[in-house]
């Protein structure tokens, strides 16, 4: 394709220059591309992946952003979120639960969030723990001593 401003022919959509005088064609689903490898953009109804290729579809704890045609991350406890940042689905490997309320990933009982992926067991027979070695609740059965524990 012959630019205008620099009168020199460019690589067409969806193809790259390379240092001979033929364009090789970008991957699947980019509209332009610096290498074989890696996309700058995609085309329409696909997105950008953090390994800068398109797909179209963003994988778990990330959701697609139509507007920049990037798969943005989800917060931390969301396993599959809305593009609002609410969570849709929560991971049993990360020891989190769907609030309905709030629409959060919450810790299940006996786990403590520290606001990273994955919540850590409270200690002992802790059904709610204010931090791993500090019990608030304790499960049924069970009864709070002057140390915290159960």
Do not use: H
Not at 56 to 63: A, D, K, L, M, Q
Not at 91 to 110: H, I, K, P, W, Y
Request: glycine share 4%.
């Amino acid at each position: 394709m012959l630019s205008v401003s620099t009168n020199k022919c460019t690589s067409m959509s969806g193809y790259y220059e390379s240092l001979t005088s033929v364009a090789f064609q970008c991957p699947s689903g980019c509209s332009f591309c610096t290498t074989s490898v890696f996309c700058i953009s995609c085309l329409n109804g696909y997105y950008l992946l953090t390994s800068l290729l398109c797909s179209n579809s963003c994988p778990p704890r990330f959701y697609a952003d139509a507007t920049s045609q990037i798969c943005q991350y989800c917060p931390y406890d969301c396993f599959t979120c809305s593009s609002d940042g609410l969570c849709l689905t929560c991971s049993s490997d990360d020891s989190r639960v769907l609030n309905n309320q709030t629409l959060r990933c919450v810790a299940m009982e006996g786990y403590l969030d520290i606001y990273v992926q994955k919540c850590f067991p409270c200690v002992g027979n802790c059904s709610e723990c204010l931090d791993l070695a500090t019990c608030k609740k304790c499960k049924s059965g069970f009864y709070l001593n002057s140390s915290n524990l159960c």
